[in-house]
């Protein structure tokens, strides 16, 4: 792909309200610094604030298609009137992960559209959260991962859990196939592995994205 997203000084600043960003031109450098200056950036617009106009949600993790757009799952939050969470109190509940559409070249004026929520257990775990994402040849692929607090002082997801399953869709998301929306025991991930009794993982939190 050979789109080129960046913008100019003229479009960003019309993207945003003028006392949102900060704008830095003709930057200088120190006398020591060991990279020259850029002769294609010359401008620096600072946006601070601009995720807050966006959706408040979390765990995003894009992949640009081959249709030009831009595919991620979401959790715990609210996009486009949908909301989930993949969190629960206890462990063998039933939690949601999103997943949405991402429209537009305007990285400051972009449109998100949900496609619903998938539904799965969280089997020994209290959370099921997303991870990999990708789409390819039409193709969309999701992971999910267990999390669990385990009573420690962390309070924020204490335990890493293993990597759950693989799901895909075949219809922009519009339906999904997990082999595994309910883990049976303690090894029933995709990878056989255990971790009970604190035992040590090999593949937890799968985390890629892909922009190719």
């Not at 959790?75 to 486009?80: C, L, P, S, Y």
């Not at 607090?149 to 399953?165: K, R, T, Y």
Request: with cysteine; net charge negative; aromatic share 12%.
């Amino acid at each position: 792909m050979t789109q080129d997203r960046r913008l100019n000084l003229s479009q960003a600043q019309q993207a945003r309200d003028p006392s949102e960003y900060r704008v830095c031109i003709d930057a200088t450098v120190p006398d020591n610094f060991p990279l020259p200056l850029s002769s294609e950036l010359s401008t620096y617009l600072y946006t601070p604030d601009c995720t807050s106009h966006y959706e408040s949600v979390d765990t995003w993790f894009l992949s640009w298609a081959a249709d030009d757009l831009l595919y991620s799952g979401f959790t715990d939050g609210t996009v486009d009137h949908t909301s989930n969470s993949s969190g629960a109190a206890n462990p063998d509940l039933d939690t949601t992960t999103g997943h949405t559409i991402i429209i537009g070249s305007n990285l400051l004026n972009l449109t998100i559209i949900s496609l619903d929520v998938c539904t799965s257990n969280t089997g020994q775990y209290t959370g099921r959260y997303p991870s990999a994402n990708l789409h390819y040849n039409g193709v969309w692929y999701q992971s999910t991962y267990g999390l669990s607090e385990n009573d420690a002082p962390c309070d924020n997801w204490c335990v890493q859990g293993l990597l759950i399953s693989f799901r895909y869709s075949l219809d922009q998301g519009h339906s999904w196939y997990d082999y595994n929306l309910h883990p049976k025991n303690h090894t029933d991930y995709l990878f056989n592995q255990s971790s009970s009794n604190r035992q040590k993982i090999i593949y937890g939190a799968l985390l890629f994205v892909d922009f190719d």
